[in-house]
C-alpha cells in the first residue's frame, strides 16, 4: 500500500496544543446542587465577557442509532432542567420526537470549562412556549414560519421572498402568533459533569448523578 507524507494541516494540527492553568475544580469548592452550580459557572462566563455563553451543543440520535449534533441556545433553566426553543419538525425536533433522549455540552474556552449534561428530553407547555415566543424580536418570530427548518429548499430567494409576503401580510400589528409546529424542549439531567482544565492534561471531573431511589445528587470524582 503507497504512503502519503503527512500534509502541512496535519503537521500543523499535531502542534496545537494548550497547558490550561486557569482554575481548579474540587470537591470542598462546590455545593450540593448541580443546577446551583452550573448557574455560578454561567454566571462566571457572563461576567468575562464570553461571547453568547448560552450557547452550548445539542446532541440526539434517532431510534436506530443516526447520532447528529447543532449549536442551539439555552433560553430557560430552573431546577427541572435546561430549555431551549425549535421547529418541531426539524432533524433535531424528529430525532427528540423518536427517541427523547439528549446530551448538552457547553464549553467556555477562556475559563478553560465545559459542562457536560444527559438527559430526558420532554416538550415544554404551549403555554411557555407562547409565553417565550411573545419575547423574541419580531423577525424571530416570523422566521419561524418562513423556515421549514431542515428541509431542502431550491435557494436563497425563497426565503426573502416568503418572508417579504409575511411581513405585507402582518403590516401594522405586532401580534405574529406562534406556529403549531414550533416550541420548546426541556432536557431534564440525570448526569451533569463539570470539567475544569489542568496542566499535562490532568484535568478535574466531577460528576453529579441521580440517585433515582432517594432523589438526590451523588457527586463522584472523574478520571481525566
Known amino acids: 500500500m503507497a504512503e502519503y507524507p503527512a500534509s502541512k494541516l496535519e503537521l500543523s494540527l499535531s502542534e496545537l496544543r494548550e497547558n490550561y492553568r486557569r482554575g481548579v475544580l474540587n470537591e470542598a469548592s462546590i455545593g450540593s446542587d448541580p443546577i446551583a452550580q452550573f448557574e455560578t459557572w454561567f454566571r462566571e462566563a457572563r461576567q468575562a465577557g464570553l461571547p453568547e ?11 436506530e442509532g443516526y447520532c447528529s449534533a447543532r449549536i442551539v441556545l439555552l433560553k430557560e433553566l430552573d431546577e427541572n432542567g435546561f430549555v431551549f426553543y425549535t421547529n418541531y419538525d426539524s432533524r433535531k425536533g424528529r430525532d427528540l420526537t423518536e427517541n427523547p433522549q439528549a446530551s448538552l455540552v457547553f464549553y467556555w474556552a477562556e475559563l478553560e470549562r465545559q459542562v457536560r449534561i444527559e438527559g430526558r428530553v420532554e416538550r415544554v407547555s404551549r403555554q411557555q412556549s407562547e409565553a417565550y415566543f411573545k419575547t423574541r424580536p ?3 418570530r416570523l422566521g419561524a414560519w418562513v423556515s421549514h427548518q431542515s428541509e431542502v429548499i431550491q435557494s436563497r430567494k425563497m426565503l426573502e421572498v416568503r418572508l417579504r409576503d409575511l411581513e405585507a401580510r402582518y403590516t401594522g400589528t405586532d401580534e405574529v402568533p406562534m406556529p403549531d409546529y414550533w416550541g420548546g424542549f426541556r432536557v431534564r439531567p440525570a448526569s451533569i ?5 489542568r496542566p499535562n492534561r490532568l484535568h478535574d471531573r466531577l460528576q453529579y448523578s441521580r440517585n433515582s431511589e432517594e432523589n438526590e ?3 463522584e470524582r472523574l478520571a481525566p
Open 53 to 63: 455563553p448560552n450557547a452550548m451543543t445539542l446532541a440526539t440520535s434517532t431510534s
Open 138 to 140: 419580531r423577525g424571530s
Open 193 to 197: 459533569e463539570f470539567w475544569q482544565g
Open 217 to 219: 445528587w451523588r457527586i
